[in-house]
């Protein structure tokens, strides 16, 4: 199995760093490269062909590497991005992002957001499951020829979540390795 990897925004930071954390300093870009690089690692022991790459040219709009062409051209099977969110300091949990709540994806999507939710209740288990949302009009997703999804792992701007996304990215990469070799299992009967 060919798995695509895209850890969310600009690497360094520049010019889109994502969202941030301003009292602790860290940066959606940096965590979502960590985190991506540890989920490449995990597949690579589990027999995938892994291919990572951040970027903000996500399908051709700016300078840079573009991420949908990538996958495409590649021939990936499994598309996943990786992101933390930011709403009001208030919000905290994971959702998982799907073009349509049917389909490939979204099964993909399932397995994924299924161990996610599962292993961070373990550490946490007020850690809310803020379930699986259709998103038509995100590129990496409507533009994408394999199943994708987009995890959003826990709200960086909260001062709990962003703890867990601080110290237990391996439980965060490990969940979503996971989630993707369930999926890979399932299709492959
Ligand atoms: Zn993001």
């Known amino acids: 199995m060919k ?5 969310g925004h600009a690497p360094n930071g520049n010019p889109d760093p994502g969202a941030v954390n301003d009292f602790y300093r ?11 690089e540890m989920v ?7 027999g995938c062909g892994v291919k990572l790459l ?3 040219n996500l399908a051709g709009e700016s300078a840079g590497e573009n991420i949908v062409k990538s996958a495409n051209d590649w021939g990936a099977d499994v598309f996943v991005s990786i992101h933390c969110n930011a709403y ?32 961070m209740q373990d550490i946490d288990g007020t850690f809310p499951n803020r379930g699986i949302k259709s998103r038509p009009a995100l590129c990496v997703l409507r533009r994408t020829q394999m199943p994708a999804v987009l995890v959003e792992t826990a709200f960086i701007d909260n001062d709990i979540d962003v703890l867990l996304l601080m110290n237990h990215q391996e439980e965060f990469a490990a ?15």
Do not use: M
Not at 3 to 7: A, D, E, L, Q, S
């Open 3 to 7: 798995v695509f990897i895209n850890p």
């Open 88 to 119: 009001d300091k208030s919000v905290r949990g994971a959702e998982t992002l799907v073009y349509d709540k049917v389909g490939g994806s979204y099964t993909l999507g399932k397995y994924i957001h299924a161990q996610l939710i599962d292993t």
């Open 175 to 189: 969940a979503i390795a996971r989630g993707v070799t369930d999926y890979w299992i399932d299709i492959n009967g």
């Open 26 to 36: 860290v940066r959606e870009c940096d965590i979502a490269l960590s985190i991506g």
């Open 54 to 56: 951040q970027s903000n």
């Open 40 to 46: 490449k690692n995990y597949l690579i022991k589990a």
